[in-house]
């Protein structure tokens, strides 16, 4: 397929891609939509900004039609994601007049009860919600003819394989199923060979990790002086909108709150913020009311904003994946974009790990500024090697406060911020286990 207008389908289907300004189609399109087409089930694999929403979309919507009932059915891991394609499906489907109703966690029931009285033909969800619609009696999947899972290794990643065999085992055996991952662990192979009759595979890139058309760099500085960098690599960003990523839901409130103050026009989100705040705050960013977007990594795979110049890894991911799925909010669809990581001291060991997935040029913007690294000594044993959890909090907190003035020693950790050594904190831990269980299982006399 070389053409939209190539394929036999409805021209109402036609018409919303032709208004869209979609004319030949990406890749992943061309191979895996005529296979949907002609029925067969579909194991996609495809890194993000490929177009695989179109993949499936497009199929889905020339295989039902618009006689009312639930026929079509889309599985998301997150809410951004959900939102994101129930707006893409709608504007392909515009002239169809099938109904997309979307269903996820944190929106009020009765909004989506409304929404299903309407009879919607398409309903795309997030597991969990959709297991209580289920279970509910409030979506019925018996004419179900067309499942679609989005974004399998996530829903993986967040513990929803066992929900999603849940709802495959409801829907009829008579179906086509594609299922759409970025990468293939050994769970989503076994997952595919139990549901899915057949599949075609169309593999685009699944060897690609270099983040292609994107300029990488990264600087490795004191963690105390990354808001400014952030400030000024935001303000030489010319190539469109900004997303700075965090590693907590504290952190993400900080950095937007220190932007907010350097007169920057920000949105946020994460975790705590209601449902409707988060709508909002996505909403102004894909209208392009706001240059910068500060989120924690839930919002990753659900950002689909074409002018994004910049993104900014505030904090190093905890895992090599993670990067590559955030820096890929830029270039999208053949676009340029560029990637800085901010590498602070105690991450330096957590960043030489991933930057060994990483096949494409970085720039080192220490060498290129000038600017000098200077680890203390300390720390400079973890470099190389993943920090666990515990032995970041020790140099993240508890070391910050005892190698600067001299503290106590804390969890493990000497007075100049080494770890003791095994017999130390061996017996440290026993001595921990002690006071916890005396504490939890003797009783006190009350007076």
């Not at 979609?22 to 939509?33: K, Y």
């Not at 004191?222 to 839901?249: A, H, P, W």
């Not at 500024?369 to 044993?381: F, H, T, Y």
Request: contains cysteine.
């Amino acid at each position: 397929m070389n053409a939209f207008d190539e394929l036999k389908i409805k021209e109402t289907i036609l018409k919303g891609i032709q208004e869209l300004g979609f004319v030949t189609p990406f890749p992943i399109q061309a191979q895996s939509i005529p296979l949907l087409l002609e029925g067969n089930d579909v194991i996609g694999q495809a890194h993000t900004g490929t177009g695989k929403t179109a993949s499936f979309g497009i199929p889905l919507l020339e295989h039902i039609s618009n006689n009312g009932g639930i026929q079509g059915l889309i599985i998301a891991p997150t809410r951004e994601l959900a939102i994101q394609i129930t707006t893409e499906v709608k504007n392909v489907g515009k002239f169809t007049g099938i109904k997309v109703a979307t269903v996820y966690g944190g929106q009020g029931m009765g909004i989506q009860l409304d929404a299903l009285r309407n009879k919607p033909e398409i309903v795309v969800a997030t597991p969990g919600r959709l297991i209580d619609h289920l279970n509910r009696g409030t979506i019925k999947v018996d004419n179900v003819k067309y499942v679609v899972l989005d974004e399998a290794d996530v829903m993986l990643d967040m513990g929803f394989i066992d929900d999603i065999e849940f709802v495959l085992e409801r829907v009829p055996e008579n179906r086509i199923t594609s299922l759409w991952s970025a990468t293939m662990p050994p769970e989503i192979l076994r997952l595919a060979d139990k549901y899915l009759n057949e599949p075609k595979r169309v593999l685009i890139d699944t060897d690609d990790l270099s983040g292609e058309g994107i300029n990488q760099s990264f600087l490795v500085i004191k963690d105390r002086e990354k808001q400014k960098y952030l400030t000024t690599f935001i303000k030489e960003n010319r190539r469109g909108q900004t997303i700075v990523f965090c590693s907590t839901k504290i952190r993400t409130r900080n950095v937007a709150r220190d932007l907010q103050k350097a007169r920057f026009n920000v949105v946020a989100i994460e975790g705590d913020m209601s449902q409707s705040r988060r709508e909002h705050s996505m909403l102004k960013f894909r209208k392009n009311r706001a240059d910068i977007l500060v989120a924690t990594d839930v919002a990753a795979r659900g950002i689909d904003v074409p002018k994004v110049g910049l993104v900014v890894n505030y904090d190093v991911p905890n895992q090599d994946m993670v990067y590559f799925h955030r820096i890929g909010r830029t270039a999208r669809a053949g676009a340029k974009g560029n990637a800085i990581t901010l590498v602070s001291y105690s991450s330096v060991g957590d960043w030489n790990i991933i930057k060994k997935q990483i096949k494409s040029d970085m720039t080192d913007l220490n060498q290129k500024l000038g600017i000098e690294i200077n680890i203390p000594d300390p720390l400079k044993r973890q470099v190389g090697r993943r920090m666990t959890p515990q032995i970041r909090s020790g140099y993240g907190g508890k070391f910050r406060r005892s190698y600067g003035s001299g503290g106590r020693r804390t969890n493990g950790y000497n007075r100049n911020g080494s770890v003791r050594d095994g017999p130390a904190r061996d017996q440290y831990k026993k001595k921990r286990f002690a006071r916890s269980s005396y504490s939890k299982n003797t009783s006190r006399k009350k007076w």
